[in-house]
């Protein structure tokens, strides 16, 4: 076990040098208003990025205490948690195979080392399937000791490891489903109606977090099912099998993203893994005598089950983080073939020696991936590399690269190629937009956000940028009507608000009209001092010094210039 944990230290220690990344950290923690607040009561009610994970969310929010923004204490947690992980599939593997040193040894190391797993490990917001992880396997190893011990203590220490692998992340509802394979994986039968009778509370558990996943995921991260068809999504769900088994052994390429194909076409590329996950099938029935092979294949099937796109949500086939908890189904599965085989000590030896030659191989290939999440920038490049015409990929590094590192010009390359890929996309027409508004090419800014609004006319920001730029061509009337339209569609756009009542002051004249606008936009943010700037034009304009001069003094409050000629003009107001 310790030896397990140390080579994984070794493979993951680089995340520790690591920072965060635009692939969601930004909504988990850099602009999570729950956790950059502290807000405990929200962490522990509110979902957060399509999913309900409180203990996950809390945990972030102990990290934000530790180390604000800082990176360091994050990824620090999140090694030792991996770590901790390891150690518990060792003591869960090692019991499950009746003290069998070697097997709960091989699957701790391959657990702990594999190339799958960085994504989990090295991105901050796969906190979540480390923590849930956690729970999930100390209900399993628990109630191996329920089991030997049936009591009430043991019963109730199971079921509360269970819940709190739930409120860490939905995906420990598979769990009662694998206490029914230890149940017969241990000999016990499935026809012991107080068996069933146990299960039921945990059922009962799944039922309702996963109705509330589905509940919540429906608005968001489910894709529409008419995109792809029916007989696609069965071809994704048999790929995926297929495709995670041939990536335990060839985890190639390794990416963030594994972009879905177009709809009506199966790569050739999904040919392996469609062979190998009829493979997985034939192969269980040849070797269904073998109890702990057959128990193996279960456990990762029971649990990759969930996340292979028959019902498609995300915009992956498949994710490398998902292989964290199925893996050590398989590779159990596979080390208790060989620990039972009628092979000869040196037949064995040699395989053994072979995987653990694997094993160090994965281990250097896991160092250099984990560095591969340093930034975004690495973590994008690394997926272009894999998938040149990725539009997740291309848009994401371009963000990074005009937003953060002010590269703009190689920032609108990046969304050039992403747009001849998926000319609709929204997030590249988008921010494609803004790039063409910094460089004050109107023309362009004008031409995409006018595509952005026909192709997504129920997105509020298309229309804000179209203001925007409409504004910029003094074409204000044009302009008024769309940031309109985006009120209408989002009332809560603090922007447009402001945006209009500028133009209503200066273009317009309407007063009362920029007026109204700027005290909907102090409403929305109160926080933001240039409101206060204009509306104190809007108190002056109408012959009110009191509110003028109370909302200059806000405004420098808050930090926003003032204009000393407006300000002198006020105080000689009568």
Same mark, same amino acid.
């Given at each position: 076990?310790?030896?397990?944990?140390?080579?994984?230290?070794? =493979?993951?220690?680089?995340?520790?040098?690591?920072?965060?990344?635009?692939?969601?950290?930004?909504?988990?923690?850099?602009?999570?208003?729950?956790?950059?607040? +502290?807000?405990?009561?929200?962490?522990?009610?509110?979902?957060?990025?399509?999913?309900?994970?409180?203990?996950?969310?809390?945990?972030? !929010?102990?990290?934000? &205490?530790?180390?604000?923004?800082?990176?360091?204490?994050?990824?620090?947690?999140?090694?030792?948690?991996?770590?901790?992980?390891?150690?518990?599939v060792?003591?869960?593997t090692?019991?499950?195979?009746?003290?069998?040193?070697?097997?709960?040894?091989?699957?701790?190391?391959?657990?702990?080392?594999?190339? *799958?797993?960085?994504?989990?490990?090295?991105?901050? +917001?796969?906190?979540?399937?480390?923590?849930?992880?956690?729970?999930?396997?100390?209900?399993?190893?628990?109630?191996?000791?329920?089991?030997?011990?049936?009591?009430?203590?043991?019963?109730?220490v199971?079921?509360?490891?269970?819940?709190?692998?739930?409120?860490?992340?939905?995906?420990?509802?598979?769990?009662?489903?694998?206490?029914?394979?230890?149940?017969?994986?241990?000999?016990?039968?499935?026809?012991?109606?107080?068996?069933?009778? %146990?299960?039921?509370?945990?059922?009962?558990?799944?039922?309702?977090?996963?109705?509330? $996943?589905?509940?919540?995921?429906?608005?968001?991260?489910?894709?529409?099912?008419?995109?792809?068809?029916l007989?696609?999504?069965?071809?994704?769900?048999?790929?995926?099998?297929?495709?995670?088994?041939?990536?335990?052994?060839?985890?190639?390429p390794?990416?963030a993203?594994?972009?879905?194909?177009?709809?009506?076409?199966?790569?050739?590329?999904?040919?392996?893994?469609? /062979?190998?996950?009829?493979?997985?099938?034939?192969?269980?029935?040849f070797?269904?005598?073998?109890? +702990?092979?057959?128990?193996?294949?279960?456990?990762?099937?029971?649990?990759?089950?969930?996340?292979?796109? /028959?019902?498609?949500?995300?915009?992956?086939?498949?994710?490398?983080?998902y292989?964290?908890?199925?893996?050590i !189904?398989?590779?159990?599965?596979?080390? *208790?073939?060989?620990?039972?085989?009628?092979?000869?000590?040196?037949?064995?030896?040699?395989?053994?020696?072979?995987?653990?030659?694997?094993? *160090?191989?994965? $281990?250097?290939v $896991?160092?250099?991936?984990?560095?591969?999440?340093?930034?975004?920038?690495?973590?994008?490049?690394?997926?272009?590399?894999a998938?040149?015409t990725?539009?997740?990929? &291309?848009?994401?590094?371009?963000?990074?690269?005009?937003?953060?590192?002010?590269?703009? @010009?190689?920032?609108?390359?990046?969304?050039?190629?992403a747009?001849?890929?998926?000319?609709?996309?929204a997030?590249?027409?988008?921010n494609?937009?803004?790039?063409?508004?910094?460089?004050?090419?109107?023309?362009?800014?004008?031409? @995409?956000?006018?595509?952005?609004?026909?192709?997504?006319?129920?997105?509020?920001?298309?229309?804000?940028?179209?203001?925007?730029?409409?504004?910029?061509?003094?074409?204000? @009337?044009?302009?008024?009507?769309d940031?309109?339209?985006?009120?209408?569609?989002?009332?809560a756009?603090?922007?447009a608000?402001?945006n209009?009542?500028?133009?209503?002051?200066?273009?317009k004249?309407?007063?009362?009209?920029?007026? =109204?606008?700027?005290?909907?936009?102090?409403?929305?943010?109160?926080?933001?001092?240039?409101?206060?700037?204009?509306?104190?034009?809007?108190?002056?304009?109408?012959?009110?010094?009191?509110?003028?001069?109370?909302?200059?003094? *806000?405004?420098?409050?808050? !930090? %926003?210039?003032? @204009? %000393?000629?407006?300000?002198?003009?006020? %105080?000689?107001?009568?």
């Amino acid at each position: 076990m310790l030896g397990a944990c140390l080579v994984a230290a070794v =493979a993951f220690y680089p995340i520790l040098s690591n920072g965060f990344t635009n692939w969601d950290d930004q909504f988990y923690i850099t602009e999570n208003p729950l956790v950059i607040g +502290s807000d405990w009561g929200g962490l522990l009610t509110q979902q957060v990025v399509s999913n309900y994970h409180p203990l996950t969310m809390v945990s972030l !929010g102990v990290n934000y &205490l530790i180390s604000g923004q800082s990176p360091f204490s994050y990824h620090f947690f999140d090694l030792l948690l991996h770590l901790l992980n390891t150690a518990l599939v060792f003591v869960f593997t090692y019991r499950l195979s009746k003290g069998n040193h070697w097997v709960g040894a091989v699957t701790a190391l391959v657990f702990g080392i594999h190339p *799958m797993h960085v994504e989990s490990v090295a991105w901050a +917001s796969g906190r979540k399937d480390m923590l849930f992880t956690a729970f999930f396997l100390l209900s399993l190893i628990w109630y191996l000791k329920y089991l030997d011990q049936r009591n009430w203590k043991n019963y109730a220490v199971v079921l509360g490891m269970f819940a709190l692998s739930l409120l860490s992340k939905p995906a420990a509802v598979t769990l009662p489903v694998v206490l029914l394979l230890l149940d017969w994986y241990t000999g016990r039968s499935l026809k012991d109606k107080k068996g069933w009778m %146990e299960k039921l509370p945990f059922f009962a558990l799944s039922l309702i977090f996963g109705v509330m $996943t589905l509940q919540i995921q429906a608005e968001q991260a489910i894709a529409d099912q008419s995109y792809y068809p029916l007989w696609q999504r069965i071809v994704f769900a048999w790929y995926g099998f297929g495709e995670y088994i041939k990536r335990l052994v060839w985890p190639f390429p390794l990416s963030a993203i594994h972009p879905l194909p177009n709809a009506g076409t199966i790569p050739p590329s999904y040919y392996p893994g469609l /062979l190998l996950g009829l493979g997985a099938v034939v192969a269980a029935w040849f070797f269904r005598r073998e109890k +702990s092979l057959l128990f193996g294949l279960g456990f990762y099937a029971v649990n990759v089950a969930l996340v292979l796109q /028959l019902l498609s949500f995300g915009n992956a086939i498949v994710s490398e983080r998902y292989t964290y908890v199925p893996y050590i !189904g398989l590779v159990f599965g596979l080390m *208790m073939l060989w620990a039972n085989s009628s092979w000869s000590v040196r037949a064995k030896n040699m395989a053994l020696g072979a995987v653990l030659v694997v094993a *160090m191989a994965f $281990t250097v290939v $896991t160092n250099l991936q984990t560095r591969v999440w340093k930034n975004s920038e690495t973590l994008w490049t690394n997926a272009i590399e894999a998938y040149p015409t990725s539009v997740i990929a &291309l848009s994401n590094r371009g963000f990074y690269l005009y937003s953060k590192l002010g590269k703009m @010009d190689d920032g609108l390359a990046d969304y050039n190629l992403a747009l001849q890929t998926e000319p609709d996309h929204a997030n590249s027409l988008e921010n494609r937009t803004i790039i063409y508004l910094h460089k004050q090419n109107f023309d362009a800014a004008l031409a @995409d956000a006018d595509h952005f609004v026909k192709a997504h006319p129920q997105t509020p920001k298309a229309y804000l940028l179209r203001a925007f730029t409409l504004d910029r061509l003094q074409r204000t @009337d044009e302009a008024i009507a769309d940031y309109t339209k985006c009120l209408e569609l989002n009332p809560a756009e603090e922007e447009a608000r402001s945006n209009r009542g500028v133009i209503y002051y200066n273009v317009k004249k309407d007063y009362d009209a920029a007026k =109204a606008d700027f005290d909907a936009a102090i409403q929305l943010n109160p926080k933001k001092g240039v409101n206060y700037m204009n509306r104190a034009r809007c108190w002056a304009h109408a012959g009110n010094k009191a509110e003028a001069k109370r909302d200059i003094e *806000m405004a420098s409050q808050l !930090g %926003e210039p003032v @204009d %000393e000629v407006m300000r002198k003009s006020v %105080e000689m107001m009568k």
